[in-house]
T-cell receptor
Framework: AQKVTQAQTEISVVEKEDVTLDCVYE???????LFWYKQPPSGELVFLIR??????QNEISGRYSWNFQKSTSSFNFTITASQVVDSAVYFC?????????????FGAGTRLFVKA | DAGVIQSPRHEVTEMGQEVTLRCKPI?????LFWYRQTMMRGLELLIY????????DSGMPEDRFSAKMPNASFSTLKIQPSEPRDSAVYFC?????????????FGPGTRLTVT
């Protein structure tokens, strides 16, 4: 069965600090997809990144970077030089190809507070 | 391009009443998902459609819940009769399906309060 664990319930940092959000997943499928979504205080979930199980290259997008390691079943998300606007709940999610990729399981989310 | 549209944004109703939530997916997207978000249970997938056909409704909590997708541009989630424990934020999301899995785009959600 697929499962996503985000062990950090809440994280509080001061602006300009770097912060890493952890995500550990479980799956029996060899082909799967991992995602990160952001839910700001406004409530709408915003897609950040998608990764498939065959692509372990790390990715950087501005202040955001993602570290995918199949050996530890982790897909961690780092924000460099955090800003107040980064305050949100961040969700890691997993979809298995054998479900047609339709069934996405979300982690419980990590609430990030960035203080000025 | 317009994103996923949901209505109403807020709904307050009394226990026992029928509630209908509406969703218009992004044009060209042929997969549609309904989720429920609560503090206790987090984000739960209720049902999803592909090409207007329900694929998996195993997440629908009870027979009081039903969903339809009569065409590619409209879906409804109905709760009849509603109960206080149904209070939650209900999200609709859409994506392009196909050989390569796509990310989902979420609507703003409907905050439902059942008193």
């Amino acid at each position: 069965a697929q499962k996503v664990t985000q062990a950090q319930t809440e994280i509080s940092v001061v602006e300009k600090e770097d912060v890493t959000l952890d995500c550990v997943y479980e799956t029996r499928d060899t082909t799967y997809y991992l995602f990160w979504y952001k839910q700001p205080p406004s409530g709408e979930l915003v897609f950040l990144i998608r990764r498939n199980s065959f692509d372990e290259q790390n990715e950087i997008s501005g202040r955001y970077s993602w570290n995918f390691q199949k050996s530890t079943s982790s897909f961690n998300f780092t924000i460099t030089a955090s800003q107040v606007v980064d305050s949100a709940v961040y969700f890691c999610a997993l979809s298995e190809a054998n479900t047609g990729g339709f069934k996405t399981i979300f982690g419980a989310g990590t609430r990030l507070f960035v203080k000025a | 391009d317009a994103g996923v549209i949901q209505s109403p944004r807020h709904e307050v109703t009394e226990m026992g009443q029928e509630v209908t939530l509406r969703c218009k997916p992004i044009s060209g997207h042929n997969s549609l998902f309904w989720y429920r978000q609560t503090m206790m249970r987090g984000l739960e997938l209720l049902i999803y459609f592909n090409n207007n056909v329900p694929i998996d409704d195993s997440g629908m909590p009870e027979d009081r819940f039903s969903a339809k997708m009569p065409n590619a541009s409209f879906s409804t989630l109905k709760i009849q009769p509603s109960e206080p424990r149904d209070s939650a934020v209900y999200f609709c999301a859409s994506s392009r399906s196909g050989g390569v899995l796509r990310e989902q785009y979420f609507g703003p959600g409907t905050r439902l309060t059942v008193t």
